[in-house]
């Protein structure tokens, strides 16, 4: 299926070198102002626990948890985790009652993290305001195996998470991170594709089939998503760069993992 299918059918041989370093990656990054962490299945997500019906490609559930995370289209998702983001920035989002004027000011505001502008808009959006169309906050590619599900998330301002087949997981965040670079090419190689097309007006879709390849975009507007079978979408015009420049971001994921 080409050079990203490849990519991907890799991983899951690397993800193990990945766990088995995960205590020294870790340790060499936690003094800098960016971070990698590995998670394995010991992880304790406090997503087990949510009234919300969450799609379930994974054995675990608190990966099943990260995996709807990713999307930023459920407010409750986000009140489930810790009452560390009550105050601040996360009250601003969580309020049951919510100030606009402060909700827009986290929205527009392009320091701060894709996920986090993605909620302010959606929950603006939520409560009947208007709000600027095709701002792209985030990319999530996902791609179905017969063992399961692989996603890679890129987000406008540098972030990635990686959703292995396995169930394990890898997340860089922070300011520096060494894949902030590619992840915001990914960003702003998707704005084209994203200007084409139109917002999904329905529930989001449960996870590709076998075969298939799904992008979708997080967008102030709501999520876009186009999906197709792999030789499809990389010759497409738009698409093909897309799903290459992911193909080198996930390279270098499990390149920084292995080190």
């Known amino acids: 299926m080409g050079e990203y299918r490849q990519a991907f059918l890799r991983i899951g041989l690397s993800i193990t070198q990945i766990l088995s370093n995960a205590y020294r990656v870790t340790r060499l990054l936690y003094a800098k102002s960016w971070q990698v ?80 502008r993605a909620v302010a808009y959606n929950r603006l959006r939520t409560l009947g305001e208007a709000v600027a169309p095709k701002r792209l906050l985030g990319v999530v590619v996902e791609v179905p195996f017969q063992q399961g599900l692989d996603v890679l998330a890129a987000f406008s301002e540098g972030g990635v998470r990686y959703l292995n087949q396995s169930g394990k997981v890898a997340i860089f965040e922070g300011q520096g991170n060494p894949v902030e670079g590619l992840a915001k090419e990914l960003v702003l190689l998707s704005q084209p594709l994203v200007n084409k097309i139109g917002p999904w007006d329905k529930q989001r879709l449960p996870p590709p089939k076998s075969g298939n390849v799904r992008i979708t975009f997080l967008v102030s507007d709501g999520l876009y998503f186009g999906e197709g079978p792999f030789a499809v979408l990389q010759q497409d015009a738009m698409a093909g760069p897309v799903l290459s420049k992911a193909t080198q971001l996930l390279q270098r994921v499990v390149a920084l993992g292995t080190q």
């Open 37 to 116: 962490t590995v998670i394995g299945v010991t992880l304790a997500a406090s997503g087990s626990t949510t009234a919300t019906e969450l799609y379930k490609p994974y054995a675990e559930s608190h990966v099943n948890f990260l995996y709807n995370l990713l999307f930023c289209d459920d407010i409750n998702l986000f009140k489930t985790q810790g009452t560390e983001k009550s105050v601040g920035l996360w009250g601003t989002l969580l309020a049951e009652r919510p100030d606009k004027t402060a909700l827009r000011k986290v929205a527009d505001d392009e320091t701060n993290e894709g996920r986090v």
